[in-house]
């Protein structure tokens, strides 16, 4: 199994706190697994620098 | 020629000419369904009793010399996530099946009932839109017509298998990253979806807000435009063709769009290039981002509208949503609000290129498709989810809420692969004028497949 990183892993369980989401116990490490995939992709977004002027699109309009 | 080969047109035609009555269309598709769909599970639901009952009053409006619609006594059927009057709408959920009966049909089913079609019934979906497989752990897996080891590709894969099936000439369905252009180009019939927006959604459930767009399925590209012109109410892309296109202006997207792409995928879009005169390439900037930046939004949104659910129920989800869901609510803010930033820049991307192409090419899939039960597959060397990954080319350009219609190639003895025509919000028109010649020159087309 590929080894998790701790400091997602301690986000992870803050996040299910905070976030008051019950995950059970049996569901537990397919829902961490589904949480480290959308880190990867997380990161893919975040890293990429844009310019302060680039607006978010909340309210989308193509 | 059956009745189930024909088109929505030929079939509108030969109604309102008195050669067939609209009764004889239904009984047909009533048969062909009742023959085949224990093979295939389109079929979540039947509304045979309504069916005959509107056949019956398109067939007295004919008769007593009354209008009877552009689509009189044709035959269609809605993924089963849109309102039907009188069933609860389930959204392929457990959790819904038995919710109160919607009370009335989704607005924009209602406007094709209102222009003489007959509703056959609901089609089999993933379980609330999120998924590209239709494998649904309530209902069972949609079987590709083409070959029934095979899945009909998600999220309205009983819409696109219903179409290749002979079950009905149109069907409905949703897009949100992919879920009509995927099972689509996995079933070898055509597909459309408009610019986000352009579609009234209401009366139907939702996915993901932002990107939930609604569209239909056809074995032509004259039903597929007919269909649009009725669905909204501002375009009239059929009178518009054959229309036309300017080869200098068209260029097949690469970099992402082909990267992982099986070879008969790109042969396909080769085909349609070649098919519209042009060998140009172009890249689109960072759409592997925007691949992601759309995964993120998506599962946030979706984990959001389910959140309570998910709480007070998760044994009743698909297994394989429940964890993207649950996953998706807890994502930091950072990653969400700039994956929106991301969107709009991406956004401004797609204009740029806009400015010198009218139309973009790329695969619908990257690959045909996969059997049923399969859970992963190789894409560029690496073992990757069939479930999340055959909407790689499709995710990007929802994304945005690009226009696309998606085609089948032909090809003799090879299953189904599709092609996005892409072009700008608002131009619509373009890429059904390419289909449209891609289609006369017999480049691309859409058979009802032998079962």
Known sequence: ?62 | MSAYIKTARQISDAVRMREVSAAEIVEAHITRIGEHDTKLNCFTDTTFLRARREAADVDRKIAAGEAAGLLAGVPIAVKNLFDIAGLPTRAGSKIYRDAEPAQFDAPVLGKLIRAGSVLLGGLNMDEFACGFVTENAHDGPTHNPHDLSRIAGGSSGGSAAAVAAGFAPITLGSDTNGSIRVPAGICGVFGFKPAYGRIDRTGTFPFANSFDHLGSFARNVEDLALTYDLMQDTDEISSLLPGEVNPARIAVLDDWFERGAGTEMLDAVKAVADGLGTTTRVTLPEAQRAHAAAACITAFEGGQLHKRNLGIQPENFDPAIRSRLLAGILQPAEAIYQAQRFRAWFRTQAKYLFERFDILLAPATPCTAPLVGQKTMTIADAEVSVRSHLGLYTQPISFIGLPVVCVPAVEAGSLPRGVQIITAPGREALAFAAAFRLERDGIIGATVATL
């Open chain 1, 1 to 62: 199994m590929k080894k998790i990183d701790p400091t997602i892993k301690r986000y992870f369980e803050a996040a299910l706190r905070l976030n008051e989401v019950p995950v059970r116990q049996e569901d537990h490490d397919d829902v961490l697994n589904a949480f480290i995939q959308l880190s990867e992709q997380a990161r893919l977004v975040t890293e990429f620098p844009l310019a302060n002027t680039v607006e978010s699109t909340p309210c989308f309009v193509p």
